[in-house]
């Protein structure tokens, strides 16, 4: 079992920058892909950014590329993600994932309880 919890978030204006960490307990952190998903008010979960499990495998959704940063420091059993430029349509839950033995993240075995950013104008 893994339990993945997030911090960082919080209300910032549009332009500005916030950094998102989730902390994984266990000790094979390094044999998970992690990611990161939002959920917007009234819209379904989508996929932000991913990591393979040694940090050199990076992709991220088409609308924050460029944007956002995810990186992971596997002796820490922690992910990040930056945030720079942040727009008003970032505003959401955002949550931390996890998924066993690949290096990419679609079906994700384990999920943060999220943490709220919003963006103000």
Not at 8 to 14: E, F, M, P, T
Not at 41 to 58: C, H, L, M, N, S
């Amino acid at each position: 079992q893994v339990q993945l919890v997030e911090s960082g978030g919080g209300l910032v204006q549009a332009g500005g920058s916030l950094r998102l960490s989730c902390a994984a307990s266990g000790r094979t952190f390094s044999s998970y892909a992690m990611g990161w998903f939002r959920q917007a008010p009234g819209k379904e979960r989508q996929f932000v950014a991913g990591i393979g499990r040694t940090g050199d495998y990076t992709y991220y959704a088409g609308s924050v590329k460029g944007r956002f940063t995810i990186s992971r420091d596997n002796a820490q059993n922690t992910v990040y993600l930056q945030m720079n430029n942040l727009k008003t349509e970032d505003t959401a839950v955002y949550y931390c994932a996890a998924q066993v033995h690949t290096n990419m993240i679609i079906n994700p075995n384990y999920w943060g309880q999220g943490t709220q950013v919003s963006v103000s104008e």
